[in-house]
């Protein structure tokens, strides 16, 4: 790479981010899986310029300029990191660039009639100099071209491993007993509905709150949220690039929040249209769902009234955030 292209790198890394903590408009037509993103996200990482200098003032593997760690940590994750926080979990780092990238590669989609190489190529010209329309300009079309190459071995890779005919996603499984939480693979988001990451942070931290405490130790549930143990892998797997082990989720608070904000989002966007997009009872819904698999039991006697207190602890959270800005 060119020095003259790291100097670029330096200067207009990751310096702009679409998203706010407003309301968002997704593209209607645009259309991407976790599967994409992550591999943007790993090809990212392996095309990551490398300076040569340990002062370089880029952070972890992705070579990210500090102003933009604590704006994305607190948008996707609701809460701020510094530079070494963000540094020392390659995990919480990933989570969060999924969650940045996932909108700009939707963006980028539609922005290239769905073209789907076309749509790589732009999202790492925004990624290098905040401009997706230089994509195909010298110099930076040989770094787009390299993101694109290391995306499309992960996409072959993760191809490979699938089965010629891909299984059904699991049934959501009810628990046992009705107040400890087991949930079910993430919703399919809904392009037309609008969600902010507020709303999304609102509502993680509102199932943090409302967590239902068993007053056993070994209850089979992990972290502060009492998820149960055989959804953190698939979870972090899907969120964060890798499968953790419930001791890993549990130990790193930041994590998980980040994981679950990654869940939630496509669950409360989901639960937006079946709701007519009215906030409480999409709320009250992604709480059924949370806490049951079915978002339709949201105002059925034995779940009424864990709806209702995340709903509560959900205004509470929105408020705040309001008094804030």
């Not at 300076?51 to 933009?68: A, C, F, H």
């Not at 930076?140 to 059904?168: D, E, H, I, M, W």
């Not at 989002?265 to 698999?293: H, P």
């Not at 006697?301 to 709903?311: E, G, T, W």
């Amino acid at each position: 790479m060119s020095s003259k292209l790291v100097k670029q790198t330096r200067r207009l890394l990751l310096g702009t981010v679409i998203m706010s903590a407003g309301l968002w408009t997704l593209p209607v037509n645009a259309q991407v899986s976790d599967a994409q993103v992550g591999a943007l996200v790993e090809a990212l990482r392996q095309a990551a310029p490398q300076t040569g200098r340990v002062d370089d003032g880029l952070y972890s593997e992705w070579q990210i300029k500090p102003e933009n760690i604590p704006r994305w940590s607190k948008q996707c994750i609701g809460r701020e990191l510094t530079t070494t926080q963000f540094e020392s979990s390659p995990v919480t780092a990933r989570s969060i660039l999924v969650c940045v990238m996932r909108d700009v590669l939707r963006e980028q989609y539609t922005a290239s009639g769905n073209n789907e190489s076309v749509a790589v190529q732009r999202a790492a010209s925004w990624w290098m100099t905040g401009d997706a329309n230089r994509y195909n300009n010298a110099p930076t079309n040989s770094y787009t071209q390299q993101v694109l190459s290391f995306y499309q071995q992960q996409r072959g890779n993760a191809q490979a491993q699938q089965p010629a005919t891909p299984p059904k996603p699991p049934a959501a499984t009810q628990p046992k007993p009705a107040s400890v939480p087991s949930g079910q693979t993430t919703a399919s988001s809904s392009s037309s509905t609008q969600i902010s990451d507020a709303q999304v942070g609102a509502l993680v931290e509102a199932l943090r709150k409302a967590a239902p405490q068993t007053g056993t130790v070994e209850d089979g549930l992990y972290s502060e949220w009492q998820v149960k143990a055989d959804n953190i892998p698939r979870w972090s797997q899907q969120c964060a690039g890798k499968e953790l082990t419930p001791a890993q989720f549990e130990s790193s608070p930041v994590t998980a929040r980040s994981i679950l904000v990654c869940v939630m989002r496509d669950v409360l966007r989901e639960q937006y249209s079946a709701s007519g997009n009215k906030e409480s009872v999409a709320v009250k819904r992604a709480a059924s769902w949370w806490m049951t698999g079915d978002a339709n039991q949201y105002n059925s006697d034995a779940i009424a009234s864990y709806s209702q207190k995340v709903l509560d602890f959900y205004i509470q959270s929105r408020l705040k955030f309001f008094s804030h800005i």
